[in-house]
């Protein structure tokens, strides 16, 4: 697989998982959700922090149950 085939597969998993929290909603899969657009959204591509700060905009703390 190359790199632009990677990057098209990569794209297409938040849509995955949306369809994926449709079918069967999940509070978790949807926070995750919502994190990874969060981090995605900010311009930030440092994917570790960025990741981390839409945690601390959602109050979000893995070790304690979530939202």
């Known amino acids: 697989m ?3 085939e990677l ?3 990569i ?3 938040p849509e995955d ?3 994926l929290q449709q079918l069967e909603p999940n ?3 949807g926070a995750r959700i919502w994190l990874a657009k969060e981090a995605l959204e900010s311009g930030d591509y440092d994917s570790e922090e960025a990741f981390y700060k839409a ?5 979000y ?3 304690l149950g979530g939202v």
Do not use: I, Q, Y
């Open 2 to 4: 190359n790199e632009t």
């Open 7 to 9: 990057k098209h597969v």
């Open 11 to 13: 794209a297409l998993l």
């Open 17 to 19: 998982a949306k369809r």
């Open 27 to 29: 509070a978790g899969t």
């Open 55 to 59: 945690e601390g905009r959602a109050g």
């Open 61 to 63: 703390s893995p070790g």
